[in-house]
Every structure is written in structure tokens, then in C-alpha cells.
């Protein structure tokens, strides 16, 4: 187990280094990962800044693993967001959790104590840095509500500045105080919930036509999600590796995608995660919900054997599949299949086989 480890952190890091990241984002905790963090990393990746951003949750002092060190060491710039249950004098003088933390790295890198030593100066240098505290800069609702405090500073100027229109201040006032009072939610208490809620709900996603290259890893999060539909996607190049995570998918449209997207969609893959733990091999067998697969108008010559053995699939379309030649064995689940205008469409033997045995079944 620990070989097999070692192999996966050493293939994960390999991966990497052919990468070479514009940021690496340093953070820690949930408040930070599900706030900030998440907006700074949509925006950089928005802006094609490529960013490294680690999806496992490392506890405080475990041992770093070969993969992150290399995105650390490879990045170009690192930006550094403290928790704000994270006191930045704890950090500048290293006391507290983060000297426990440091203490754990010292343990387990006594081969390179210089290492530490250097993450020790940086993080020095990084809390003496000016920066922005975010919780600083956040409105309390009932701030606004009574407009005290930041808000009331505000309109304060407001009314200095505008003088000759006393009206239109008091207007902004009775207009900031009706919004307060509406029912809404506070982002800061029910960001995560609100979220989870509508990852829940979104059922159906329809990108018919678009000009995606590629789907968002981020689509593992859609855990409520049923019918996909991908119809003449022409530039999309390939499907996520956490692809298979999506559980509740029952149908799948890839209609006039590219035969790189399925030759993906059938190929099993072995990633390693970037703490160096293994990951189970992702195939359509990770999609254990899926009943419908629509491979209609894609230039496939062969389906792949594996296409036998998800025992749940119901309906399989490929119509006007110019250039299939052969249908392998199908699950036996198969209740449609839709060949329809499959114009090189040779060999059937696997329906054969299967009206054979359905006559041995029936003797």
C-alpha cells in the first residue's frame, strides 16, 4: 500500500511538472475555501491566469505531499489568504497553531530542515505584507437597516457633497432601508446551504450548440443532476475525470460530439489524487445511475466491448452513425436500440446472439 502510494503522489507531481501554473493559492480553512478563495480562483481562471488551487483539505502540519511541493515550487506567484480565525501576528511570530504546525513539518522533513526554515521566512514575509482583511469590508445587514456605522459614514458625505438635493439623499436612505428589510439571505451564514440547495434542484442542463472545449471539473458538484445534453458540441475535446462522480445522471446526449469525447467517455483511467492517495478507476461504470446514451451523429467506427457491461443501461441511440461498422455484445439491460440510418452498419451478431438465446430461454 505505501509502494502504491508513493507511486500515485510520484505520477501526480510528473502530471504537474509538465504544467507550469501563473498562481498558486495558499489558504486554509472552510471559510476562506467557500468565500474568497472560490471567487479569486473563477476570476483568475476567467482572466486564462492558469491556477493551481489543492482540492484535498491537508491538515494543519501533515506531511506535503511530492505533487504539491512541485505546484508550489513550479507557480509564478503565490497569493496567500489567512483565515480569519487565523490572528496575523500568530503567523508573524509563529506561535500558536502555526508553530504546532511547523513543529509537524520539522518531524517529518529532518532530512531538509532548510526547506522549512525558507516556508518559515516566506510566511514571515507574507503576514508583514499590506493586505485587505475581508471581514473589515463586509456590511452587517443591520447595518444598513439603521444605517450606523460604515453606512451611515457614507451618507454622511453623500449630503455634504449634495447640498442642493437634499431629496435625492433622503430618497437613497428610504430606498436602502426598504431593501434591508426585504426577506433575503446573509451570504456570510448561508452561502454553503444556498449553494447546496441549487446543486440539488439543477436537474436538467441543456449546452445544445455551444463552442465549449471542455466541461468545468466543478461539474462533480452537481450531485442532483439527471439529463445532460451535449448535442453538437464540435469543439468540446474531452470530459473531466470526476465526470464519472455524477451519480444521478440518467440520460446522456452526445450527439455530433467528437470521437475523442467518447473514446473518453469508454476509456478507464487511473489519476492520482494530489496527496498522494490513490483514486479508484474512473469508466462508465462510475456512472451507475445512467439509463439513456445518445451517441447519434458521432464518426465511431466501433463501439467499444466495455459497452456490455454497465448492467443498468436501457437505451442506447446511435442513430445516423454514418461510420459504425459492428455493434459488440450489449448488456443485457438493453430494452431500445436505435441504429437507425447506421448506413456501414455490417455486423450485428451481438443482437443475434441475443435472439439465440432468448429462443434457448423460451425452449
Not at 504546525?101 to 505584507?129: C, I, M, P, Q, Y
Not at 458540441?233 to 465526470?243: A, T
Amino acid at each position: 500500500m505505501l509502494a502504491s502510494t508513493s507511486s500515485s503522489s510520484a505520477a501526480a507531481a510528473d502530471m504537474i511538472k509538465a504544467r507550469t501554473y501563473d498562481v498558486f493559492l495558499s489558504f486554509r480553512g472552510e471559510d476562506t475555501r467557500d468565500g474568497f478563495v472560490s471567487h479569486l480562483y473563477k476570476d483568475l481562471r476567467r482572466k486564462n491566469i492558469e491556477t493551481f488551487i489543492d482540492s484535498e483539505k491537508l491538515p494543519r502540519g501533515d506531511e506535503i505531499s511530492e505533487a504539491l511541493l512541485t505546484a508550489i515550487e513550479g507557480a509564478r506567484v503565490s497569493v496567500i489568504v489567512f483565515s480569519k480565525d487565523v490572528d496575523p501576528s500568530d503567523v508573524r511570530k509563529q506561535r500558536g497553531s502555526v508553530a504546532d504546525a511547523f513543529s509537524k513539518h520539522e518531524a517529518n522533513l529532518k532530512h531538509d530542515v532548510e526547506k522549512v526554515k525558507s516556508w518559515r521566512s516566506a510566511l514571515t514575509s507574507a503576514a508583514n505584507l499590506s493586505g485587505w482583511n475581508s471581514q473589515v469590508t463586509r456590511v452587517d445587514p443591520s447595518d444598513v437597516r439603521k444605517q450606523r456605522g460604515s453606512v451611515a459614514d457614507a451618507f454622511s458625505k453623500h449630503e455634504a457633497n449634495l447640498k442642493h438635493d437634499v431629496e435625492k439623499v433622503k430618497s437613497w436612505r428610504s430606498a436602502l432601508t426598504s431593501a434591508a428589510n426585504l426577506s433575503g439571505w446573509n451570504s456570510q451564514v448561508t452561502r454553503r446551504s444556498i449553494l447546496e440547495t441549487f446543486l440539488k434542484r439543477l436537474r436538467d442542463i441543456d449546452l445544445n450548440g455551444t463552442t465549449l472545449k471542455e466541461l468545468p471539473t466543478s461539474v462533480e458538484n452537481l450531485i442532483g443532476l439527471m439529463e445532460l445534453r451535449l448535442y453538437n458540441c464540435e469543439n468540446l475535446v474531452c470530459l473531466p475525470d470526476n465526470f464519472y462522480k455524477l451519480k444521478s445522471l440518467h440520460h446522456l446526449h452526445l450527439y455530433s460530439c467528437s470521437n475523442r469525447v467518447v473514446k473518453n467517455l469508454f476509456s478507464a483511467i487511473a489519476v492520482a489524487s494530489l496527496t498522494g492517495r490513490p483514486e479508484m478507476q474512473k469508466d462508465l461504470h462510475g456512472l451507475s445511475s445512467l439509463k439513456t446514451l445518445d451517441l447519434s451523429g458521432t464518426n465511431i467506427e466501433n463501439l467499444p466491448t466495455t459497452i456490455k457491461q454497465p448492467p443498468w443501461l436501457e437505451e442506447l441511440i446511435l442513430w445516423k452513425c454514418k461510420r459504425l461498422k459492428s455493434l459488440p455484445e450489449l448488456p443485457p439491460s438493453l430494452g431500445h436500440l436505435d441504429a437507425h440510418d447506421c448506413t456501414s452498419l455490417e455486423e450485428v451478431s451481438s443482437i443475434k446472439k441475443l435472439f439465440e438465446q432468448a429462443l434457448l430461454c423460451k425452449d
